[in-house]
């Protein structure tokens, strides 16, 4: 059985805890779902990677819904250490319209990742999601506009100064249900400075969650971020093709 576990992980994995967007009212009360990985490798390559996520919403279910997520990933490759990072994200929506096609949404964000010299980068952001779509043929839609403070301390401030500013926070999300079960989603963000476009972070997703068995899901995921202006010997573009489980609760 351990054996079949490590060959299924067998590729590089980061923890992950879905993408979908929430309605209100869509699940009352509390709900959220766990993740974890281990690959390991040994033999002409040593490497090993740990990865765990958690989220969890409370459903209020006629005024508001509200999340958090929490991530951490880890990896080491022949000894030496390859990846070190942390992410947490709090969030809470509003409905503003009876029918909750408009809502306001405030939230909290946290980071470090140690590869790409951040120390901690924290975010505050408040504003409105526009729900435009929302069909049992070709699913929901959503655009969502935010105004949003960034602090970023990195871990060498000489090289890399640390910075405050302000960003748009533009997204673009959708999900659609597959009898019944199987869910497929998209989630795009757009966070270009206010006082200069030409720096901006951006990351799409998309994600497809598969039923096993009971509450446990296989969750594949394709991801890519860019950054117009990371910090000193960092590239700007990352991608990742994911395999996970997830145990929904």
Known sequence: MRALFFLFFSTSLFALVTIAPVDIGAKPGLSG?????????????????????LRAQYD??????????LTYDYGKSNGTKNEDKIYAHLRYIHAIDDAKIWTSEFFVQTER???K???ERSLL?????????????????????????????????LINP???????????????TFTNTT????????????????????????????????????????KYGYDSAPAVNVKKADSAYVTSLLWSF
């Not at 302000?166 to 997204?171: A, E, F, I, K, M």
């Not at 972070?201 to 009971?214: A, D, N």
């Open 60 to 69: 209020q279910g006629s005024d508001y819904v509200t999340w958090g997520a």
């Open 33 to 53: 779902n766990i993740s974890g990985s281990l690959s390991s490798k040994s033999g002409n390559t040593e490497n090993d990677e740990y990865s765990l996520g």
């Open 183 to 222: 869910k497929l989603s998209f989630l795009g963000y757009f966070q270009p400075k206010f006082n200069d476009t030409s720096d901006f972070v951006s990351l799409q997703t998309l994600e497809l969650i598969v039923p096993i068995y009971g509450k446990l899901n296989l969750t594949l995921t394709a």
């Open 162 to 176: 640390n910075e405050n500013n302000s960003r748009l926070n533009s997204y673009l999300a959708w999900t659609q």
């Open 125 to 157: 952001g408040a504003g409105l999601r526009w729900r435009f779509l929302n069909s049992e043929e070709w699913g929901k839609a959503y655009a969502g506009f935010d105004a949003m403070l960034e602090q970023i301390d990195y871990a060498h401030p």
């Open 113 to 115: 990742d140690k590869f």
């Open 117 to 119: 010299d951040i120390n």
